[in-house]
């Protein structure tokens, strides 16, 4: 996994900006590494229970409403 968190970090923009936050936010790198994994298997998990594809560009609806607002 920790090979994936690298490679997603560095391939996948909405990542990037994510590990670039936390970064600037002053964590370091093994903790951001935990982070980006933790998060990925969050993803995995709901695609895994939803039966549905991946969409690059989903959007939840709780993103949506702090959008909104």
């Not at 994994?37 to 039966?51: E, H």
Request: proline share 3%; hydrophobic share 35%.
């Amino acid at each position: 996994m920790t090979m994936v968190a690298r490679s997603v970090s560095h391939h996948h923009e909405r990542f990037a900006c994510y590990k670039q936050r936390k970064l600037n936010e002053g964590k370091p790198w093994p903790v951001v590494r935990n982070n980006l994994i933790n998060k990925m298997i969050k993803i995995i998990c709901a695609i895994w229970n939803s039966g549905q594809a991946y969409q690059k560009d989903y959007t939840s609806r709780f993103d949506k409403q702090k959008s909104a607002a």
